[in-house]
């Protein structure tokens, strides 16, 4: 029994009071982030510092302004410059890597080995070999993973839904499909390439567009289950592209005051992009995925360059079957048309099942604009947590990460050889 004196004539017996006056021990998860780029400072900082079950106890950047930025904006309670003196130094449980796909593999290893838990920011790697060694850690350090991307993961509830129906025979059985993935064309005027970040997107160990949209693969195992084998066409087709300066983002950074405005993507899409960059990766793939459920479709990831007239364009995932079609985008996360009436929630009046979209989900700030948008940062920050406090193994996992991974690995081998690549990782789900 645990004995608190709160003064000389009241006391608690922790045991037996603890409930009856509302007193909630919360073990707090400590998390460090390395990397203070966009991506942490546009959606998982903000989210980081109002959790009840962690703390931002350390976050860590080559570059001091941004580690500065993030003290200040976010509450984090210390900041290095050299990320293994984080990990030797800091009291941590978990690792956040934010920064570009060429670290991601060695902080992962240099984490796990540590036995700290890891949220690994996309892509997970950019070459089987180091997949496997990353996943192999991780299981032998027993600690908790979890791969991003999560947004067409069984996490979201909405995929998962559609995955139960699409099992459930509600488009019978699947003919074909296609997927065209032109990354950020949503920002408005932000038409083709990735505004920013040379060592994220463009740099030869970045992977280049290909791997930068893994949310294109990840969408088709998420609903239509896991993949076969890969034919292929990838390229490097537009090798000028040209970036927004990279001091234009601490200049960003120095000038916000709210956690809340600390989105970059708000205002990168609006500057002048003065810089030339060199694309060293691959920015143009067409795959051909054969999926174990014995049908195949088309997925394209690219860029758009210049505007297409609406209605057009390369294309949201678009599912055809024997039964009915599931069509991703046009104003709804997702609808359905199809005979089976009977698995269908509620139709509108030309027959369509649609999930509304809810909130711009995957760039919702906080707080959220609708109540109950999805927010993959947001999530998989809770997720990962929760995991740790519960001792779960998380959705978006290891396994999750090698088979979409491989996905983009097959991808560029059978574009090499020119024959069919067949997958060698598969799921359960
Ligand atoms: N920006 C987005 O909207 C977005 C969305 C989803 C995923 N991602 C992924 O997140 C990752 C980071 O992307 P970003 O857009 O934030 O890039 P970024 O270039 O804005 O940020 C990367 C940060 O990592 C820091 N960094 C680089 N090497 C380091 C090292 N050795 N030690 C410590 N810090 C180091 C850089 O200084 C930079 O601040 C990428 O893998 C990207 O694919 C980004």
Known sequence: MTWIDVGADFTIDMDRDIDRIGIKMTQKIKIGVVGCGVVATAYYLPYLMRMDNAEITAVCDLVPARTDSCVRLFGAKSAYNDYYEMLEKADLDAIFILTAPGTHVPFTLAAVSAGKHVLIQKPMATNMTDARTIAQAIRTAGVKAIIEPSSQSPLDPDVAHL???????????????????????????????????????????????????????????????????????????????????????????????????????????????????????????????????????????????????????????????????????????????????????????????????????????????????FNYYHASSQHLVDCILEDREPIPNVDWGLHITEMMCGTLESSRTGQKYAMTTTLTY
């Open 163 to 373: 995955r139960e129906l699409v099992r459930q025979g509600v488009l019978g059985d699947i003919l074909w499909f296609s997927l065209g993935a032109t990354g950020p064309t949503s920002y408005g005027p932000a038409l083709g390439n990735n505004p920013y970040g040379q060592a994220a997107f463009y740099a030869a160990d970045s992977g280049g567009f290909l791997f930068d949209l893994p949310y294109a693969p990840a969408n088709i195992v998420s609903v239509l289950g896991p993949c076969a084998s890969v034919m292929a066409h990838a390229s490097i087709s537009n090798v000028q592209n040209s970036i927004v300066p990279e001091s234009e983002y601490d200049n960003f950074l120095a000038g916000v005051t709210d956690p809340n405005q600390a989105n970059y993507w708000d205002a990168v899409v609006d500057l002048p992009r003065t810089q030339p960059v060199r694309m060293q990766a691959v920015d143009n793939a067409y795959s051909l995925y054969e999926m174990r459920g014995g049908f195949a479709g088309a997925c394209h990831v690219g860029r758009i360059y210049h505007p297409v007239l609406p209605g057009t364009g390369s294309g949201s995932l678009q599912v055809f079957g024997t039964e009915g079609n599931l069509i991703f985008g046009a104003g709804y996360s997702a609808s359905i048309i199809s005979t089976r009436k009977d698995l269908l929630p509620q139709l509108d009046d030309d027959g369509w099942y649609h999930i509304p979209l809810r909130g711009d989900r995957s760039k919702a700030k906080w707080p959220q604009p609708t109540p109950g948008a």
